[in-house]
């Protein structure tokens, strides 16, 4: 038995894959290469860093998305609600909650929100 693989970690596949990333030369002209980190990458904890560093990326988290697109939805059925378009608007209302559920399992807690009625759909797209 050799050191080299009794040393090595067995479920490394990130690691696995950076290794071969850098084979084939995926490192050598990365941005920031051989600058110093600023003391501002040093300060705060781990999961700070990576918000910041995502929202700089433009990342955005599922249930925001999720979020974005229930508001929508819901100022969209408001509108024709208001304009007396009620042919399938009780439809949309309920797959507007399936997502609103989904929505509620992914986001922090105190950002959930209640499911919404057709009779109230004003008042309920208001909020989001």
Known sequence: MDNENFN????DLIGDILRN?????GMDNLKGTGKPLSDEYFSGDIFQH???IAKDAGYKPHW????????????DIADKYANGQNSDLQFRVTKVNE?????NKSCPPPMQKGTVRLESIEAASNRW
Do not use: V
């Open 8 to 11: 090595k970690p067995s479920n």
């Open 21 to 25: 990333y850098e084979k084939t030369g």
């Open 50 to 52: 990576f918000q910041k």
């Open 64 to 75: 925001l998305k999720l979020q974005h697109e229930i508001r929508d939805e819901l100022k």
């Open 99 to 103: 997502k609103i559920i989904a929505y």
